[in-house]
């Protein structure tokens, strides 16, 4: 809701066309309807159109528009879409509906941001494009000095401290600033966005048995607990550094709100065993709320009505609730 009470509706960004974005946009539409009203910012002509969609002139259209139809803010594209096959000239038309989708999120003309996948390497190709990922150009679009990745579902909420490098460089790169820069932003994000009051982390350590007492490495005595130990001074509720191995069964998530954990896998493999098809990337740290489905493209079922909306539909509720 705005200031003057008007719903406002979520933007979709397209994702990538060749992939499995415009079918995951109607079957989103096809299960959520008017119940989280969203509007997809693409191409009309890559939709696969098993469902109908109206192409609006106001995204405040679309809150109507979504009882009957997709609400379609189009966007065009040269050349058609290829399932399974990027297409060179649709990379600037997919990095310009992420960007419109951030202007209209902090125009105030959306409530929030969700993000269909995109595939780095056709958009590098195709038009330079020259981020890692979302998430670092969504920062930079939103002029944030640090982001974070988190991962959510009604189960688990999960924030990696070190995300896409190699394992044997995840020490070097846990460093106590980077730590207590990603247990700050989570902080501040329980709080402001998902509406917890005194947020409960839980943080894992880096080694087996969270170092054993130092048998098992020195970096969660040495790094992580002096970390805590500050923070904690300051009134935060953080548990750890704890064994990563048993952080994870129900009676322990019981305990605890979010957990950080030192590296990608130890922080995703536990929330896609849970909920594989409903986990939820959210992006802490931006001035608006991003969510995105946690998958990728999906090009070997593109075109082929497989594709499974679940984490684009979790995507978009969250969304609506957090905003």
């Known amino acids: 809701m705005t200031a003057s009470g008007a719903r406002r509706a979520i933007a979709l960004s397209c994702g990538e066309p060749a992939g499995i974005g415009p079918e995951l946009a109607e079957a989103a539409w096809q299960g959520l309807g008017a119940s989280v009203p969203f509007f997809w910012i693409g191409d009309p002509a890559h939709l696969p159109g098993t469902v109908p969609h109206v192409v609006l002139t106001d995204p405040d259209e679309a809150v109507t528009v979504a009882a009957s139809a997709l609400?379609?803010?189009?966007?065009?594209?040269?050349?058609?879409?290829?399932?399974?096959?990027?297409?060179?000239?649709?990379?600037?038309?997919?990095?310009?509906?992420?960007?419109?989708?951030?202007?209209?999120?902090?125009?105030?003309?959306?409530?929030?941001?969700?993000?269909?996948?995109i595939h780095k390497k056709a958009l590098a190709d195709g038009c330079g494009f020259?981020?890692?990922?979302?998430?670092?150009?969504?920062?930079?679009l939103a002029g944030a000095e640090e982001v974070v990745m988190m991962l959510a579902s009604d189960r688990l909420r999960v924030v990696p401290a070190t995300i896409h490098i190699p394992l044997s460089v995840v020490p070097a790169a846990l460093t106590p600033a980077l730590l207590e820069k990603r247990l700050r932003i989570t902080h501040r994000a329980l709080q402001e966005q998902f509406g917890i009051a005194a947020p409960r982390i839980a943080v894992a350590g880096?080694?087996?048995?969270?170092?054993?007492?130092?048998?098992?490495?020195?970096?969660?005595?040495?790094?992580?607990?002096?970390?805590?130990?500050?923070?904690?001074?300051?009134?935060?509720d953080l548990r750890?550094?704890?064994?990563?191995?048993?952080?994870?069964?129900?009676?322990?998530?019981?305990?605890?709100?979010?957990?950080?954990?030192?590296?990608?896998?130890?922080a995703l493999i536990p929330i896609k065993t849970l909920d594989f098809d409903e986990g939820v990337n959210?992006?802490?740290?931006?001035?608006?709320?991003?969510?995105?489905?946690?998958?990728?493209?999906?090009?070997?079922?593109a075109g082929k009505g497989l594709a499974n909306p679940s984490s684009t539909i979790a995507a978009l509720r969250l969304a609506a609730r957090l905003s």
Not at 240 to 266: E, S
Not at 284 to 301: M, Q
Request: a negative charge; one cysteine or more.
């Open 71 to 117: 609400p379609v803010l189009p966007l065009d594209m040269p050349g058609a879409r290829v399932p399974g096959a990027p297409v060179a000239s649709h990379a600037a038309g997919v990095v310009e509906a992420i960007a419109r989708g951030v202007s209209l999120v902090t125009g105030g003309r959306a409530a929030a941001l969700c993000t269909l996948p």
């Open 130 to 140: 020259a981020y890692p990922g979302h998430t670092e150009y969504l920062a930079h």
């Open 206 to 236: 880096l080694n087996p048995h969270a170092g054993e007492g130092g048998r098992m490495g020195h970096e969660d005595e040495t790094v992580i607990a002096p970390v805590l130990d500050r923070l904690r001074a300051e009134g935060m």
């Open 240 to 266: 750890g550094p704890l064994p990563a191995d048993t952080m994870f069964h129900d009676r322990a998530r019981a305990g605890y709100d979010a957990a950080v954990c030192m590296y990608h896998d130890q």
């Open 282 to 301: 959210v992006t802490l740290g931006l001035p608006f709320v991003r969510t995105s489905p946690d998958h990728g493209t999906a090009f070997d079922i």
